[in-house]
């Protein structure tokens, strides 16, 4: 079965710098979340999007800006990059709405290295 | 919010032993559990989940967890481990109709042969 896809897996950059994440949900999924695994660290909610709106936001720095696009994949944009962002970020993927679950399926995560 | 607390932060134990984590939530209204396992370099898979219905649920390889509500408990069991479910293991809660999820610290197993 088809699962979440994220891209690049691994991301190496410098102070500073600016950094995309992509996330591609399974297919039919329409709401996507992302969350940030420091290390050692559990988990945590950054923003969540629906039907290419944002749904919920978590802890997530005004430095970082997310967006879903029509095809449903969602981008994570980060500037201005700190050693502290250094971490796993995951995305999941559900089925939203009225007809939708509640069990969020993870991608393999994008591990950054911030220098 | 809710906030989830996980027990143990490591746990070591031999092949064929019974393995219980603890996993306890705060939150006033109605939600849904999960165990998640992330194995070594790998991303978070979903052992199980409760919604609703028979408090005791049965999950993949051999897994299952029970919760009370009374005591706000979702905790995971396996009744013989074997070394390859070394990993750490994330206790989640949602509130209902509130999806983002909030994990507890984790809880890292190692299971020697």
């Known amino acids: 079965a088809a699962g979440v896809i994220q891209s690049p897996r691994h991301l190496i950059k410098e102070k500073r710098e600016t950094a995309t994440l992509k996330c591609y949900p399974i297919?039919?999924?329409?709401?996507v979340y992302w969350y940030q695994q420091g290390p050692g660290q559990d988990p945590q909610f950054l923003i969540s999007?629906?039907?290419?709106?944002?749904?919920d936001k978590g802890s997530i720095p005004d430095r970082f800006s997310a967006q879903q696009f029509s095809d449903y994949h969602s981008e994570l944009n980060m500037s201005s990059l700190e050693l502290g962002d250094s971490a796993l970020y995951f995305c999941a993927s559900r089925v939203g709405g009225g007809g939708g679950t509640d069990t969020q399926y993870f991608g393999p995560g994008t591990r950054l290295t911030v220098l | 919010a809710q906030s989830v607390s996980q027990h143990n932060h490591h746990v070591i134990l031999s092949e064929a032993a019974s393995l219980e984590l603890g996993c306890n939530y705060s939150?006033?209204?109605?939600?849904?559990l999960f165990w998640y396992v992330q194995y070594p370099g790998q991303h978070l898979q979903l052992l199980l989940k409760?919604?609703?219905?028979?408090?005791l649920v049965k999950g993949i390889k051999g897994f299952e967890a029970e919760f009370i509500k009374s005591k706000f408990s979702f905790n995971l069991r396996k009744p013989s481990v074997q070394w390859s479910d070394t990993a750490e293991y994330f206790c989640?809660?949602?509130?209902?109709?509130?999806?983002?999820?909030?994990f507890g610290a984790g809880t890292t197993v190692t299971v020697r042969a």
């Open positions: 989640a809660v949602n509130a209902r109709n509130d999806y983002k999820l909030s």
């Open positions: 297919p039919r999924h329409d709401t």
């Open positions: 939150y006033g209204g109605t939600v849904n």
């Open positions: 999007f629906y039907e290419k709106m944002q749904s």
């Open positions: 409760y919604f609703s219905g028979d408090p």
